[in-house]
């Protein structure tokens, strides 16, 4: 079955960085539809970065020049390196893999998730 690890979370002070990282099992072929997603308790859960198998980007506004995707394509391993990270970005991260056609950004169209990694900034 198909099984989402994430990695590296916690604590920084402003300005700081951070690197996520999530790894993927169970997926029976390379390079699916991933990203990242984030969420405050009680409220939506809000995409942060997708990335196609073909290598294609999106970044959310709040995050573009901050964040970046990286992949490693046949280990099925997503990862995201924040930088300049502000208290704003304090949530709880989700890595995702979507396995249907095409790869849209929002977060009910994927359809497997990880536990979370919590990332605190102050």
């Known amino acids: 079955h198909v099984q989402l690890v994430e990695s590296g979370g916690g604590s920084v002070q402003e300005e700081g960085s951070l690197r996520l990282s999530c790894v993927g099992s169970?997926?029976?072929?390379?390079?699916?539809?991933m990203g990242w997603f984030r969420q405050l308790p009680g409220k939506e859960r809000e995409t942060i970065a997708t990335?196609?198998?073909?290598?294609?980007?999106r970044y959310a506004n709040s995050v573009k020049g901050r964040f970046t995707l990286t992949r490693e394509k046949d280990k099925n391993t997503l990862s995201l390196q924040m930088t300049s990270l502000e208290p704003d970005d304090t949530a709880m991260y989700y890595c995702?893999?979507?396995?249907?056609?095409?790869?849209?950004?929002?977060?009910?169209?994927?359809?497997?998730w990880g536990q979370g990694t919590q990332v605190t900034v102050s």
């Open positions: 995702a893999v979507r396995l249907n056609s095409g790869c849209p950004t929002r977060p009910r169209d994927y359809g497997y």
């Open positions: 169970g997926i029976t072929y390379k390079g699916p539809c």
């Open positions: 990335m196609d198998g073909y290598g294609g980007e």
